[in-house]
């Protein structure tokens, strides 16, 4: 049976006795398959073409466009404080072993002898305000600090109150 199958594969493949339409259609199928890949090709060919240029004028444009100028005689926006020792010959030292008396005959402080005496400014009580007043009011207490001054006549406090 192998034998037989080989024999009609054999035939097939031969082709002499395979009709002239299969053939043509199987030529057409394989020359569209590999018109694809070739289109493909093209394609990815072109792909890979277009990223090196995209590549290359990203790298150039990096590269060649001048960056901005930065002066440098800005001055910076702090202030750098910068300290040194001191040489040996700034510094004092003081030793407690070592005291010195000053004596002096003559006194450098001139003492000052002061009294009590009576206050300059006297404070006025409430009656000796009203007294002042030209004509007759009372003092109406509102509380131990709040106090609110009532005229006999309305016309007197016009007078006196400039607002």
Do not use: C, W
């Not at 005496?117 to 003092?139: G, H, I, K, R, T």
């Amino acid at each position: 049976m192998s034998h037989s199958r080989n024999k009609r594969l054999l035939s097939d493949v031969l082709a002499e006795e395979s009709d002239a339409d299969f053939r043509e259609a199987l030529l057409d199928h394989t020359l569209h398959v590999v018109r694809r890949k070739r289109r493909f090709r093209k394609a990815r060919q072109v792909t890979y073409a277009s990223l090196m240029a995209v590549g290359l004028a990203l790298i150039g444009f990096h590269f060649l466009v001048s960056k901005p100028v930065v002066s440098k005689g800005l001055e910076p926006p702090y202030l750098l404080v910068t300290t040194q020792p001191l040489t040996a010959s700034a510094v004092f030292s003081t030793s407690r072993d070592h005291s010195i008396a000053v004596i002096s005959s003559s006194p450098t402080v001139e003492l000052i002898a002061t009294s009590e005496s009576s206050p300059a400014l006297y404070q006025l009580d409430d009656n000796e305000l009203l007294a002042l007043l030209p004509s007759p009011a009372l003092l109406v207490r509102r509380g131990p600090h709040l106090a609110e001054l009532v005229f006999a006549n309305p016309d007197t406090q016009q007078s006196l109150s400039p607002n």
